[in-house]
């Protein structure tokens, strides 16, 4: 079996994207990690007709609370309306099982000003060790997050306290064993910035958009 192709997103909208072009696109899922129009999201799955896995960024709104019962939205045990993207999987604190790949998702940033999905670095620790216990100690596919880890694709120490990793993610890729880590949040500028290597992990910033397989050969279509 070829290894899942993906639509990995984050952090700036592809203009060309969101045109019929997307429709050229042959990928088995899309992977979006915060920070984009839940709009432009709907657009991307039901263009290609492919399943949604997600996690919020620090400019997405607070998307904790929701269940669903008997084809409703709750909130509170009150019916409500999902504020997410229409058909996406909110994996954040989840390990989901899409296209044949186990997925892991820790959303949010640094806290800075108390906004949504913003998160101490105790805060964020203990939120990944619950999604540690929820992979039941088996490793996982992808491990999508909105921020980096300290040190692996972040601002480094110069940066300002928003833009620094998160340094309970080291924890977090060597217990759950992901092939690669996909992340947003650091915007490059000029060439895009080269993964980096934790472990045996592969991490991967895909701010703006990226095709590519995600079998042990990389391949990564230009856009």
Known sequence: ???????????EVEESFWTDRVGDLSVDLILAAGDLPFDYLEFLASALDRP???????????????ARRNGLVLRAGFPSEWPGPSG???????????AGLRIAGLGGSPRYNGGPNQW???EQARRARGLVRRARRRPVDVLL???????AGDGGDDADAPHRGFVCLHDTVRRLRPRWLLHGHVHPYGPRPPDHRLDGTRVRNIVGAHVFGLGPEVTTEAL
Not at 52 to 66: C, E, S
Not at 88 to 98: P, T
Not at 145 to 151: D, F, N, S, V
């Open 1 to 11: 079996m070829s290894a899942p192709r993906v639509l990995a997103v984050a952090d």
């Open 52 to 66: 949604l896995v997600f996690v919020p960024g620090n400019h997405d709104p607070d998307l904790g609370g929701f």
């Open 88 to 98: 996406g999987l909110n994996a954040d604190g989840r390990v989901v099982e899409v």
């Open 120 to 122: 101490t670095e105790r």
């Open 145 to 151: 997050t909105h921020t980096p880890p300290r040190g």
